[in-house]
T-cell receptor, first 115, second 112 residues
Framework: NAGVTQTPKFQVLKTGQSMTLQCAQD?????MYWYRQDPGMGLRLIYY???????DKGEVPNGYNVSRLNKREFSLRLESAAPSQTSVYFC??????????????FGEGSWLTVV | SQQGEEDPQALSIQEGENATMNCSYK?????LQWYRQNSGRGLVHLIL?????REKHSGRLRVTLDTSKKSSSLLITASRAADTASYFC????????????FGKGTSLLVTP
C-alpha cells in the first residue's frame, strides 16, 4: 500500500519554464490537497479538491493550476515558474470533507528550485 | 491564513525528559490535530482532539484542548532520540472550508 505518491522528488527549473507535479493516492480518498512548505512559514494550502470533479483555491493559489484527473490523481501545474515558487510541495489526501475530523495523509514531498 | 501558532519555535531536551509544545489559534474550531514531520519527509498524523474534548492520550502522547483560551498542548513523555522532529498543530474550522490550516511548527531535538 503506497499511500500518497508524488513525482518528481527533485526538480530544478529556469524562470519562465512550466512543469507539472503529479500526485496519486491509492486509499480511495475523496479529498486531495496541494500544500507548499517554506522555511519559517509552515504549510500553506495552494489548492484542494473536495471530491472528484471539483477544485477550490486555498491560501496561496496565484501562479498555480490544478487538475483532478480522476479520484486517484491530482496534479499541480506551474505555468511560468518564478523564483518565489522555490519550495517544497506536498500532496495529501483524506477520506472525507471538512468538519468531520479527517486525518490527512501526506506524500513525501517534491523539492522544487526555480533559478 | 494560518490559524495555529506553535510555541516554542524550537525545543531541546535530553532523552527521558518530557517535551511540551503549545498551539494557539484564532477562530472557533471543529477539531485540532497534531502532526509530526521528520527531516526531509512528509507529515504524519499523531492525534486528533475534537472541540468537545478536553484531553486525549495516545501512547506517550497527551493532548489537551482549552477552547476558552483557544489553545492546545502536546506533551510527549519520556522522550527518545527518535522523537526528534518538527511538530505541527492543524485546525479545522467552519471558516477553513475543507482543508486543515497548519501552524509553523515546533522543532524538537532530543539528545541522548
Amino acid at each position: 500500500n503506497a499511500g500518497v505518491t508524488q513525482t518528481p522528488k527533485f526538480q530544478v527549473l529556469k524562470t519562465g519554464q512550466s512543469m507539472t507535479l503529479q500526485c496519486a493516492q491509492d486509499m480511495n480518498h475523496n479529498s486531495m490537497y496541494w500544500y507548499r512548505q517554506d522555511p519559517g512559514m509552515g504549510l500553506r494550502l495552494i489548492y484542494y479538491s473536495a471530491s472528484e470533479g471539483t477544485t477550490d483555491k486555498g491560501e496561496v493559489p496565484n501562479g498555480y493550476n490544478v487538475s483532478r484527473l480522476n479520484k486517484r490523481e491530482f496534479s499541480l501545474r506551474l505555468e511560468s515558474a518564478a523564483p518565489s515558487q522555490t519550495s517544497v510541495y506536498f500532496c495529501a489526501s483524506s477520506e472525507g470533507t471538512g468538519g468531520t475530523g479527517n486525518t490527512i495523509y501526506f506524500g513525501e514531498g517534491s523539492w522544487l528550485t526555480v533559478v | 491564513s494560518q490559524q495555529g501558532e506553535e510555541d516554542p519555535q524550537a525545543l531541546s531536551i535530553q532523552e527521558g525528559e518530557n517535551a511540551t509544545m503549545n498551539c494557539s489559534y484564532k477562530t472557533s474550531i471543529n477539531n485540532l490535530q497534531w502532526y509530526r514531520q521528520n527531516s526531509g519527509r512528509g507529515l504524519v498524523h499523531l492525534i486528533l482532539i475534537r472541540s468537545n474534548e478536553r484531553e486525549k492520550h495516545s501512547g506517550r502522547l497527551r493532548v489537551t484542548l482549552d477552547t476558552s483560551k483557544k489553545s492546545s498542548s502536546l506533551l510527549i513523555t519520556a522522550s527518545r532520540a527518535a522523537d526528534t522532529a518538527s511538530y505541527f498543530c492543524a485546525t479545522e474550522s467552519p471558516y477553513s472550508g475543507y482543508a486543515l490550516n497548519f501552524g509553523k511548527g515546533t522543532s524538537l531535538l532530543v539528545t541522548p
